[in-house]
Protein backbone atom coordinates (compact mmCIF):
# COMPACT_ATOMS: atom_id res chain seq x y z
CA UNK A 1 0.00 0.00 0.00
CA UNK A 2 1.32 3.48 -0.59
CA UNK A 3 -0.87 6.00 1.76
CA UNK A 4 -0.42 10.07 1.05
CA UNK A 5 -0.70 11.60 4.67
CA UNK A 6 -1.51 15.32 3.75
CA UNK A 7 -2.01 18.56 5.79
CA UNK A 8 -0.22 21.50 7.20
CA UNK A 9 -0.59 20.26 10.78
CA UNK A 10 1.52 18.11 12.79
CA UNK A 11 0.55 14.68 11.80
CA UNK A 12 2.67 12.93 13.44
CA UNK A 13 0.16 10.91 16.30
CA UNK A 14 -1.95 9.68 12.86
CA UNK A 15 1.73 8.80 11.24
CA UNK A 16 2.92 6.59 14.33
CA UNK A 17 -0.45 5.12 14.39
CA UNK A 18 0.12 4.19 10.69
CA UNK A 19 3.37 2.80 11.32
CA UNK A 20 2.38 0.42 14.30
CA UNK A 21 -0.46 -1.00 12.32
CA UNK A 22 1.60 -1.34 8.79
CA UNK A 23 4.75 -2.74 10.32
CA UNK A 24 3.07 -5.80 11.53
CA UNK A 25 2.11 -6.73 7.84
CA UNK A 26 5.25 -6.27 6.24
CA UNK A 27 8.31 -4.17 5.38
CA UNK A 28 7.26 -0.42 5.85
CA UNK A 29 9.44 2.76 4.82
CA UNK A 30 8.54 6.59 5.82
CA UNK A 31 9.42 9.01 3.66
CA UNK A 32 8.81 12.79 4.32
CA UNK A 33 10.55 16.16 4.36
CA UNK A 34 9.30 16.34 8.10
CA UNK A 35 12.61 17.29 10.17
CA UNK A 36 10.92 15.69 13.51
CA UNK A 37 11.35 12.29 12.04
CA UNK A 38 15.07 12.69 12.20
CA UNK A 39 14.86 12.21 16.13
CA UNK A 40 13.62 8.47 15.52
CA UNK A 41 16.97 7.84 13.62
CA UNK A 42 19.84 7.09 15.32
CA UNK A 43 22.77 10.01 15.79
CA UNK A 44 20.40 12.56 13.94
CA UNK A 45 20.86 10.44 10.40
CA UNK A 46 18.02 11.60 7.62
CA UNK A 47 18.24 7.67 6.85
CA UNK A 48 18.02 4.57 8.69
CA UNK A 49 15.70 2.41 10.16
CA UNK A 50 13.33 2.69 13.76
CA UNK A 51 12.63 -0.98 14.32
CA UNK A 52 12.33 -2.20 10.76
CA UNK A 53 10.64 1.17 9.31
CA UNK A 54 13.03 2.59 6.95
CA UNK A 55 12.49 6.18 7.47
CA UNK A 56 14.11 9.07 5.06
CA UNK A 57 13.89 12.52 6.01
CA UNK A 58 14.43 14.41 2.81
CA UNK A 59 13.12 17.39 0.14
CA UNK A 60 13.60 15.55 -2.57
CA UNK A 61 10.53 14.14 -4.55
CA UNK A 62 9.33 10.51 -3.85
CA UNK A 63 11.29 9.13 -6.89
CA UNK A 64 14.37 11.20 -5.80
CA UNK A 65 14.03 9.68 -2.52
CA UNK A 66 13.67 6.23 -3.94
CA UNK A 67 16.95 6.78 -6.03
CA UNK A 68 18.61 8.25 -2.96
CA UNK A 69 18.46 5.06 -0.96
CA UNK A 70 18.69 3.04 -3.20
CA UNK A 71 15.33 1.01 -2.94
CA UNK A 72 12.23 0.87 -5.26
CA UNK A 73 8.59 0.74 -4.31
CA UNK A 74 8.50 -3.09 -4.63
CA UNK A 75 11.08 -3.56 -1.86
CA UNK A 76 8.48 -2.30 0.22
CA UNK A 77 5.18 -3.83 1.47
CA UNK A 78 4.08 -0.16 2.78
CA UNK A 79 5.18 3.09 2.51
CA UNK A 80 3.72 6.00 4.10
CA UNK A 81 4.42 9.43 2.47
CA UNK A 82 4.26 12.58 4.64
CA UNK A 83 5.19 14.87 1.81
CA UNK A 84 3.71 18.62 1.86
CA UNK A 85 3.94 19.53 -1.55
CA UNK A 86 4.43 16.44 -3.81
CA UNK A 87 1.83 13.93 -4.87
CA UNK A 88 3.40 10.36 -5.65
CA UNK A 89 1.64 8.67 -8.10
CA UNK A 90 -0.57 5.37 -7.45
CA UNK A 91 -1.48 6.48 -4.09
CA UNK A 92 -3.64 3.73 -2.55
CA UNK A 93 -5.09 6.38 0.58
CA UNK A 94 -4.76 9.61 1.15
CA UNK A 95 -5.19 10.86 4.94
CA UNK A 96 -5.84 14.42 5.10
CA UNK A 97 -5.27 15.55 9.11
CA UNK A 98 -7.00 18.19 9.83
CA UNK A 99 -5.75 21.10 12.68
CA UNK A 100 -7.78 23.99 12.93
CA UNK A 101 -9.71 25.48 9.77
CA UNK A 102 -7.79 24.61 6.39
CA UNK A 103 -6.22 27.16 4.77
CA UNK A 104 -6.88 28.21 0.93
CA UNK A 105 -3.25 26.36 -0.38
CA UNK A 106 -4.20 23.35 1.83
CA UNK A 107 -7.26 23.46 -0.23
CA UNK A 108 -6.15 23.61 -3.28
CA UNK A 109 -3.51 21.01 -3.22
CA UNK A 110 -6.19 18.52 -1.73
CA UNK A 111 -7.74 19.36 -4.99
CA UNK A 112 -5.49 18.83 -7.06
CA UNK A 113 -4.44 15.26 -5.63
CA UNK A 114 -8.69 14.34 -6.29
CA UNK A 115 -10.28 10.98 -5.78
CA UNK A 116 -11.31 10.23 -2.15
CA UNK A 117 -9.68 11.93 0.35
CA UNK A 118 -10.26 10.50 4.42
CA UNK A 119 -10.06 13.18 6.44
CA UNK A 120 -9.16 12.86 10.29
CA UNK A 121 -9.61 15.97 12.20
CA UNK A 122 -7.50 16.52 15.47
CA UNK A 123 -9.90 18.25 17.16
CA UNK A 124 -8.63 21.50 18.42
CA UNK A 125 -11.03 23.77 17.98
CA UNK A 126 -13.83 20.83 19.43
CA UNK A 127 -15.59 21.18 16.30
CA UNK A 128 -16.13 17.26 14.71
CA UNK A 129 -16.71 16.36 11.53
CA UNK A 130 -18.74 13.89 9.72
CA UNK A 131 -17.55 11.68 7.93
CA UNK A 132 -14.28 12.28 9.45
CA UNK A 133 -12.16 10.00 12.17
CA UNK A 134 -12.22 12.86 15.29
CA UNK A 135 -9.45 12.73 17.78
CA UNK A 136 -9.14 14.60 20.63
CA UNK A 137 -5.46 15.88 20.52
CA UNK A 138 -5.39 15.48 24.55
CA UNK A 139 -1.76 15.31 26.30
CA UNK A 140 -1.49 11.76 26.56
CA UNK A 141 -1.37 11.49 22.50
CA UNK A 142 1.46 13.75 22.75
CA UNK A 143 2.91 12.56 25.48
CA UNK A 144 3.34 8.93 23.34
CA UNK A 145 4.27 11.00 21.04
CA UNK A 146 7.24 12.18 22.52
CA UNK A 147 7.71 8.93 24.24
CA UNK A 148 8.04 6.84 20.37
CA UNK A 149 10.50 9.50 19.50
CA UNK A 150 12.77 9.50 22.79
CA UNK A 151 12.65 5.72 23.36
CA UNK A 152 12.33 4.63 19.50
CA UNK A 153 9.73 2.40 20.08
CA UNK A 154 6.37 2.45 18.69
CA UNK A 155 4.02 2.52 21.77
CA UNK A 156 0.19 2.23 20.97
CA UNK A 157 -1.49 5.80 20.72
CA UNK A 158 -3.82 6.24 23.31
CA UNK A 159 -6.77 7.68 21.32
CA UNK A 160 -9.88 5.20 20.74
CA UNK A 161 -11.49 7.69 18.02
CA UNK A 162 -7.69 7.19 16.17
CA UNK A 163 -7.28 3.44 16.52
CA UNK A 164 -11.07 2.35 15.87
CA UNK A 165 -11.02 4.68 12.61
CA UNK A 166 -7.78 3.40 11.28
CA UNK A 167 -8.52 0.17 11.99
CA UNK A 168 -12.05 0.41 10.35
CA UNK A 169 -10.25 1.79 7.17
CA UNK A 170 -7.14 -0.18 6.66
CA UNK A 171 -8.65 -3.58 8.15
CA UNK A 172 -9.76 -4.36 4.79
CA UNK A 173 -7.35 -3.41 2.67
CA UNK A 174 -4.54 -5.80 4.36
CA UNK A 175 -6.79 -8.82 4.61
CA UNK A 176 -7.59 -8.42 8.32
CA UNK A 177 -10.54 -8.93 10.60
CA UNK A 178 -11.00 -5.05 12.16
CA UNK A 179 -10.45 -6.54 15.81
CA UNK A 180 -7.39 -8.00 14.64
CA UNK A 181 -6.09 -4.43 13.21
CA UNK A 182 -7.32 -2.73 16.17
CA UNK A 183 -5.84 -5.71 18.52
CA UNK A 184 -1.94 -4.30 17.08
CA UNK A 185 -3.24 -1.00 17.18
CA UNK A 186 -3.54 -0.94 20.58
CA UNK A 187 -0.43 -3.70 21.59
CA UNK A 188 1.91 -3.00 23.80
CA UNK A 189 5.71 -2.97 23.61
CA UNK A 190 6.05 -6.63 24.74
CA UNK A 191 10.05 -6.55 25.67
CA UNK B 1 13.00 -30.46 -5.28
CA UNK B 2 15.83 -30.98 -2.84
CA UNK B 3 16.20 -28.24 0.29
CA UNK B 4 19.13 -28.83 2.71
CA UNK B 5 18.33 -26.40 6.54
CA UNK B 6 22.26 -26.19 7.57
CA UNK B 7 23.20 -23.36 9.97
CA UNK B 8 27.01 -21.89 11.27
CA UNK B 9 26.08 -22.65 14.45
CA UNK B 10 24.27 -24.85 16.95
CA UNK B 11 21.03 -23.24 18.05
CA UNK B 12 19.98 -21.41 15.74
CA UNK B 13 16.36 -23.04 14.99
CA UNK B 14 17.14 -25.33 12.03
CA UNK B 15 15.14 -27.40 12.87
CA UNK B 16 12.23 -24.68 13.63
CA UNK B 17 12.69 -22.99 10.63
CA UNK B 18 12.68 -26.81 7.91
CA UNK B 19 9.60 -27.68 9.87
CA UNK B 20 7.78 -24.07 9.54
CA UNK B 21 9.05 -24.35 5.43
CA UNK B 22 7.96 -27.69 5.58
CA UNK B 23 4.72 -26.74 6.92
CA UNK B 24 3.99 -23.98 4.81
CA UNK B 25 4.87 -25.61 1.23
CA UNK B 26 2.67 -28.32 1.86
CA UNK B 27 -0.32 -25.95 3.65
CA UNK B 28 0.07 -23.16 1.07
CA UNK B 29 1.80 -24.24 -2.20
CA UNK B 30 0.09 -27.81 -1.87
CA UNK B 31 3.61 -29.56 -2.50
CA UNK B 32 4.03 -32.98 -1.07
CA UNK B 33 6.83 -32.83 1.18
CA UNK B 34 8.65 -34.50 3.57
CA UNK B 35 10.89 -33.73 5.64
CA UNK B 36 14.03 -35.70 6.99
CA UNK B 37 17.06 -35.04 8.95
CA UNK B 38 20.55 -36.16 9.83
CA UNK B 39 21.75 -37.40 12.85
CA UNK B 40 21.25 -40.78 14.57
CA UNK B 41 20.61 -38.96 18.15
CA UNK B 42 18.47 -36.41 17.51
CA UNK B 43 14.56 -36.06 17.39
CA UNK B 44 13.68 -32.77 18.10
CA UNK B 45 11.74 -32.79 14.65
CA UNK B 46 9.42 -35.41 15.57
CA UNK B 47 8.88 -34.04 19.13
CA UNK B 48 8.44 -30.61 17.43
CA UNK B 49 5.59 -32.45 15.48
CA UNK B 50 4.18 -34.70 18.50
CA UNK B 51 5.17 -37.81 16.45
CA UNK B 52 5.27 -40.67 18.68
CA UNK B 53 7.94 -43.59 18.03
CA UNK B 54 6.93 -46.35 15.70
CA UNK B 55 6.00 -49.46 17.68
CA UNK B 56 5.20 -51.90 14.50
CA UNK B 57 8.04 -53.93 13.61
CA UNK B 58 7.76 -54.63 9.56
CA UNK B 59 8.36 -51.21 9.97
CA UNK B 60 11.48 -50.76 12.16
CA UNK B 61 14.65 -48.82 10.84
CA UNK B 62 16.58 -52.29 11.85
CA UNK B 63 14.56 -53.93 9.11
CA UNK B 64 14.44 -51.69 6.68
CA UNK B 65 18.27 -51.26 6.77
CA UNK B 66 18.46 -55.42 6.67
CA UNK B 67 16.35 -55.05 3.46
CA UNK B 68 18.48 -52.37 2.01
CA UNK B 69 21.32 -54.45 2.86
CA UNK B 70 19.56 -57.74 0.86
CA UNK B 71 18.76 -55.45 -2.03
CA UNK B 72 15.10 -56.40 -1.31
CA UNK B 73 13.97 -52.83 -1.35
CA UNK B 74 13.28 -50.48 -4.35
CA UNK B 75 13.23 -47.14 -4.76
CA UNK B 76 9.73 -46.57 -4.53
CA UNK B 77 9.07 -48.63 -1.55
CA UNK B 78 11.00 -46.04 0.66
CA UNK B 79 7.53 -43.91 1.17
CA UNK B 80 5.63 -46.74 2.78
CA UNK B 81 8.11 -46.00 5.55
CA UNK B 82 7.07 -42.28 5.67
CA UNK B 83 5.18 -41.13 8.51
CA UNK B 84 2.09 -38.55 8.32
CA UNK B 85 2.42 -35.41 10.12
CA UNK B 86 -0.94 -35.15 12.28
CA UNK B 87 -3.41 -32.40 10.80
CA UNK B 88 -1.26 -31.80 7.93
CA UNK B 89 -1.86 -33.08 4.42
CA UNK B 90 0.61 -33.30 2.05
CA UNK B 91 2.95 -33.39 4.52
CA UNK B 92 5.35 -36.12 6.03
CA UNK B 93 8.19 -37.48 7.43
CA UNK B 94 10.33 -40.27 7.16
CA UNK B 95 12.61 -40.77 10.78
CA UNK B 96 16.39 -42.75 10.22
CA UNK B 97 17.13 -42.44 13.23
CA UNK B 98 17.08 -45.07 16.31
CA UNK B 99 18.85 -46.24 19.28
CA UNK B 100 19.18 -49.87 17.72
CA UNK B 101 20.80 -48.87 14.44
CA UNK B 102 24.37 -47.82 13.94
CA UNK B 103 25.39 -44.17 12.68
CA UNK B 104 26.94 -45.64 9.65
CA UNK B 105 23.72 -47.64 9.12
CA UNK B 106 21.59 -44.35 9.68
CA UNK B 107 23.24 -42.76 7.19
CA UNK B 108 23.03 -45.27 4.48
CA UNK B 109 19.30 -45.02 5.20
CA UNK B 110 19.33 -41.75 5.27
CA UNK B 111 21.04 -41.25 1.74
CA UNK B 112 18.75 -43.87 0.08
CA UNK B 113 15.59 -42.68 1.67
CA UNK B 114 16.96 -38.87 0.17
CA UNK B 115 17.53 -40.41 -3.02
CA UNK B 116 14.39 -42.17 -3.60
CA UNK B 117 11.60 -40.09 -2.03
CA UNK B 118 9.29 -39.52 -4.78
CA UNK B 119 7.88 -36.17 -2.51
CA UNK B 120 8.00 -32.83 -4.48
CA UNK B 121 9.80 -31.25 -2.14
CA UNK B 122 11.82 -33.10 0.18
CA UNK B 123 12.95 -30.82 3.37
CA UNK B 124 16.30 -32.14 5.55
CA UNK B 125 16.97 -30.45 8.62
CA UNK B 126 21.27 -31.12 8.63
CA UNK B 127 22.32 -31.13 12.75
CA UNK B 128 25.43 -33.04 11.99
CA UNK B 129 28.44 -30.74 11.39
CA UNK B 130 29.48 -29.53 8.22
CA UNK B 131 32.83 -31.19 7.31
CA UNK B 132 30.76 -35.01 8.33
CA UNK B 133 30.57 -37.38 5.69
CA UNK B 134 26.87 -36.78 5.84
CA UNK B 135 26.09 -33.48 5.50
CA UNK B 136 28.43 -33.50 2.45
CA UNK B 137 25.95 -35.91 0.83
CA UNK B 138 23.28 -34.00 1.87
CA UNK B 139 24.35 -30.63 0.60
CA UNK B 140 25.57 -32.76 -2.54
CA UNK B 141 22.40 -33.88 -3.14
CA UNK B 142 20.24 -31.02 -2.66
CA UNK B 143 18.79 -28.79 -5.21
CA UNK B 144 18.99 -25.49 -2.59
CA UNK B 145 20.49 -25.09 0.76
CA UNK B 146 19.26 -22.60 3.57
CA UNK B 147 21.35 -21.13 5.98
CA UNK B 148 19.67 -20.23 9.35
CA UNK B 149 21.26 -17.86 10.91
CA UNK B 150 20.35 -15.43 13.90
CA UNK B 151 21.31 -11.43 14.83
CA UNK B 152 24.02 -12.53 17.25
CA UNK B 153 27.96 -11.46 16.36
CA UNK B 154 29.20 -14.62 16.66
CA UNK B 155 27.18 -15.66 13.66
CA UNK B 156 29.56 -13.32 11.60
CA UNK B 157 32.74 -14.60 13.27
CA UNK B 158 31.11 -18.30 12.14
CA UNK B 159 30.54 -16.75 8.22
CA UNK B 160 33.79 -15.83 8.03
CA UNK B 161 35.81 -18.95 9.17
CA UNK B 162 33.76 -20.91 6.41
CA UNK B 163 34.30 -17.85 3.46
CA UNK B 164 37.96 -18.49 4.69
CA UNK B 165 37.68 -22.43 4.36
CA UNK B 166 35.77 -22.37 1.16
CA UNK B 167 32.69 -23.51 2.44
CA UNK B 168 30.83 -20.32 1.11
CA UNK B 169 32.26 -20.94 -2.29
CA UNK B 170 31.08 -24.76 -2.12
CA UNK B 171 27.37 -24.09 -0.57
CA UNK B 172 26.94 -20.73 -3.17
CA UNK B 173 27.72 -23.07 -6.10
CA UNK B 174 24.70 -25.26 -5.07
CA UNK B 175 22.01 -22.02 -4.73
CA UNK B 176 22.29 -20.77 -0.62
CA UNK B 177 19.70 -18.71 0.63
CA UNK B 178 19.21 -17.44 4.62
CA UNK B 179 16.69 -17.60 6.76
CA UNK B 180 17.01 -15.09 9.70
CA UNK B 181 15.55 -17.19 12.44
CA UNK B 182 14.50 -15.43 16.25
CA UNK B 183 14.69 -11.80 13.95
CA UNK B 184 13.79 -8.51 16.48
CA UNK B 185 13.38 -5.37 14.60
CA UNK B 186 14.37 -3.74 18.03
CA UNK B 187 17.85 -5.52 17.86
CA UNK B 188 18.45 -3.78 14.62
CA UNK B 189 16.81 -3.88 11.42
CA UNK B 190 16.71 -6.67 9.05
CA UNK B 191 18.49 -4.86 6.29
CA UNK B 192 21.25 -3.88 8.62
CA UNK B 193 21.52 -7.20 9.51
CA UNK B 194 22.07 -8.60 6.29
CA UNK B 195 24.61 -5.64 5.23
CA UNK B 196 26.53 -6.30 8.43
CA UNK B 197 26.83 -10.05 7.50
CA UNK B 198 27.69 -9.43 4.10
CA UNK B 199 24.57 -11.07 2.11
CA UNK B 200 22.55 -10.17 -0.71
CA UNK B 201 19.57 -8.95 0.50
CA UNK B 202 17.38 -10.55 -2.17
CA UNK B 203 18.63 -13.84 -0.50
CA UNK B 204 17.85 -13.45 2.88
CA UNK B 205 14.16 -13.77 4.24
CA UNK B 206 13.47 -13.54 8.50
CA UNK B 207 11.47 -15.45 10.83
CA UNK B 208 10.46 -12.92 13.75
CA UNK B 209 10.76 -13.97 16.87
CA UNK B 210 7.68 -15.37 18.32
CA UNK B 211 7.05 -16.94 22.03
CA UNK B 212 4.00 -19.08 20.09
CA UNK B 213 6.87 -21.01 17.80
CA UNK B 214 8.60 -21.92 21.22
CA UNK B 215 5.51 -22.73 22.81
CA UNK B 216 3.35 -24.86 20.29
CA UNK B 217 6.92 -26.81 19.71
CA UNK B 218 7.13 -27.43 23.37
CA UNK B 219 4.11 -28.97 23.14
CA UNK B 220 4.13 -30.89 20.25
CA UNK B 221 2.12 -29.03 18.34
CA UNK B 222 4.35 -26.97 15.83
CA UNK B 223 1.81 -27.63 12.92
CA UNK B 224 -1.08 -25.88 15.03
CA UNK B 225 0.81 -22.46 14.29
CA UNK B 226 0.09 -22.24 10.92
CA UNK B 227 -3.75 -21.72 10.83
CA UNK B 228 -3.72 -18.35 13.13
CA UNK B 229 -0.34 -17.59 10.76
CA UNK B 230 -2.60 -17.47 7.49
CA UNK B 231 -5.95 -16.35 9.36
CA UNK B 232 -3.53 -12.98 10.54
CA UNK B 233 -4.44 -13.36 14.04
CA UNK B 234 -2.78 -10.72 16.12
CA UNK B 235 -0.37 -13.01 18.40
CA UNK B 236 1.32 -14.23 15.56
CA UNK B 237 0.92 -11.29 12.45
CA UNK B 238 4.37 -10.94 11.86
CA UNK B 239 5.08 -14.34 10.85
CA UNK B 240 2.48 -14.15 8.49
CA UNK B 241 4.51 -11.74 5.81
CA UNK B 242 8.00 -13.48 7.19
CA UNK B 243 6.67 -17.11 5.91
CA UNK B 244 5.35 -15.63 2.38
CA UNK B 245 8.92 -14.06 2.37
CA UNK B 246 10.72 -17.16 3.11
CA UNK B 247 8.65 -18.86 0.69
CA UNK B 248 9.10 -16.73 -1.90
CA UNK B 249 12.95 -16.43 -1.51
CA UNK B 250 13.18 -20.49 -1.16
CA UNK B 251 10.60 -21.46 -4.25
CA UNK B 252 12.15 -18.39 -6.42
CA UNK B 253 15.66 -19.82 -6.02
CA UNK B 254 14.43 -23.46 -7.03
CA UNK B 255 12.53 -21.83 -10.32
CA UNK B 256 8.97 -21.55 -8.93
CA UNK B 257 6.68 -18.81 -8.51
CA UNK B 258 4.87 -18.42 -5.15
CA UNK B 259 1.29 -18.07 -5.20
CA UNK B 260 0.06 -17.24 -1.32
CA UNK B 261 -2.96 -17.35 -0.48
CA UNK B 262 -5.28 -14.61 -0.06
CA UNK B 263 -6.95 -14.39 3.12
Known amino acids: MQIGVYGSTDKRPVVYALLKLLQATGDVALFSNNRHYKRLLEHGQSQGHMANVMIAVSDSSPDEIFEEIGYTTDDFEHVVFDIQDTIPGELSLVLHVKGYAVDEEEREFLEMIGGEVKAIKLLYDGKSEREAINVQPHSPLWRTVEQIEALRVLAPLPSKELNRGLAVLLASQLGMKQKSALTILTRRWRR | ?220 KLQTILPPIMNKDPRVIELHNDLKECLTVVLANLGRRTIWPQS
Not at chain 2, 88 to 93: A, D, K, R
Not at chain 2, 114 to 123: A, D, P, T
Not at chain 2, 181 to 188: K, S
Open chain 2, 1 to 220: MRIAVISPDRKQGGTTVSVLLALALAQTQNLTTCLTYTGNDSRTITSFLGIKPQEDRTRSLTQVIKLLEANAISGNEIVDYCTKVPGVPNLQIIETAADSITDEDNAKLLRFAIENLSHQIVITDVVTEIYDEITGSVIDNSDLVVMVISQSRDIAARLKGWETAGVMKYLNQKGLVFVCNQYDPYVEAFRDTTKRLNLRHRRCAKISYNPFIKRTSNTG
